[in-house]
């Protein structure tokens, strides 16, 4: 298994394949926002998600920015590991006012 980087993306890949990303935007020179974690089904979602957060973690403290979350996964996992970079009026997990998950389309589906 690979990890790479780009500016906004950090994937994971196996032999070519794609298990995992996470996408995440510059607002500005102070603020991110994580907006979405993948895991392909059928692989370790929990290990993989944390891997990459973990990653991700490690660019936004040493880049010193403060990070909005839109991603629930990643909302439900800084709950229990707070960071200091979290901004302070983050998007609720539930309610009418969460986020909703980007409905996906069959053709944009990658075959196994």
Known sequence: M??????GELTIVDDERLLASLHYLRLDESTWVLEQIFVRPAQPA???????IKRFTQL??????????LDPYAKRY???????????HQLPVSGADAVRPVALHPEHIEEE
């Open 60 to 69: 936004a403290t040493t880049a010193k920015v403060s990070v909005k979350l």
């Open 78 to 88: 800084f709950a229990t590991h707070p960071a200091d970079f979290l901004a302070a």
């Open 2 to 7: 690979t990890t790479t980087e780009r500016p």
């Open 46 to 52: 929990t290990a993989l998600a944390e891997q990459l």
